[in-house]
């Protein structure tokens, strides 16, 4: 099963709002509402941030919110601050019952 | 609070078994659902290795099927990962996390541990 396809990298400025893409397949994300998205600053581990394509744990901010069309995902931040600087992956669950991620976005806050 | 913490060997020779264990507090792991290790080479994505039950289910990650296994010790509120036959290729921090089957997510994870393998 091959990782989610994600940009390598986004930029946007304070108060900006960004979106990374997650692209997968119909064996993975287009028929499968087990989309997450982990949020990492360096040197720490993922944190969970979006859950079932766009749910949000308790405790995370309502600027992060999530989104699916066909077999791409979407997260977006609006009102980017400094501290949402870090490395995004998404995951899915698949047909071959696995969970797959994506290879992971870097956010530089400009 | 869930808490996770790993623990094993900085360097594993190759070909040799990779042993970690990761120990959870504020949550018993007989309670319900499943605990996973993840891992990630320096600079690359994350990798879902396989997880355990505490009913002795497990799951493995079909690309790793020959190699991992997961055990589980619910007297000390354990679980374990052995990975055999190790190469640099498996250089990686090892992460586990409680993997939440219903929503296939981890919602809680360890700090990870660096496992460098070299002679």
């Known amino acids: 099963q091959s990782a989610l396809t994600q940009p390598a990298s986004v930029s946007g400025s304070p108060g900006q709002s960004i979106t990374i893409s997650c692209t997968g397949t119909?064996?993975?994300?287009?028929?499968?509402?087990?989309v997450s998205w982990y949020q990492q600053h360096p040197g720490k581990a993922p944190k969970l941030i979006i859950y079932?394509?766009?749910n949000r744990p308790s405790g995370v901010s309502n600027r992060f919110s999530g989104s699916k069309s066909g077999n791409t995902a979407s997260l977006t931040i609006s009102g980017l601050q400094a501290e949402d600087e870090a490395d995004y992956y998404c995951?899915?669950?698949?047909?071959?019952?696995?969970?797959?991620f994506g290879g992971g976005t870097k956010l530089t806050v400009l | 609070q869930v808490q996770l913490q790993e623990s094993g060997p900085g360097l594993v020779k190759p070909s040799e078994t990779l042993s970690l264990t990761c120990t959870v507090s504020?949550?018993?792991?007989?309670?319900?659902?499943?605990w996973g290790w993840i891992r990630q080479p320096p600079g690359k994505g994350l990798e879902l290795i396989g997880s355990?039950?505490?009913?002795?289910?497990?799951y493995y990650n079909p690309s790793l099927k020959s190699r991992a296994t997961i055990s589980g010790d619910t007297s000390k509120n354990q679980f374990s990962l052995k990975l055999s036959s190790m190469t640099a290729a498996d250089t990686a921090v090892y992460y586990c996390?409680?993997?939440?089957?219903?929503?296939?997510?981890?919602?809680?994870w360890g700090q990870g541990t660096l496992v460098t393998v070299s002679s």
């Open positions: 079932n394509v766009s």
């Open positions: 504020g949550y018993s792991i007989s309670s319900s659902y499943y």
């Open positions: 995951s899915s669950y698949t047909s071959s019952s696995t969970v797959i």
């Open positions: 355990i039950h505490y009913s002795g289910n497990t």
């Open positions: 119909s064996s993975d994300i287009g028929v499968y509402n087990y």
């Open positions: 996390a409680r993997h939440d089957r219903g929503r296939e997510l981890m919602d809680y």
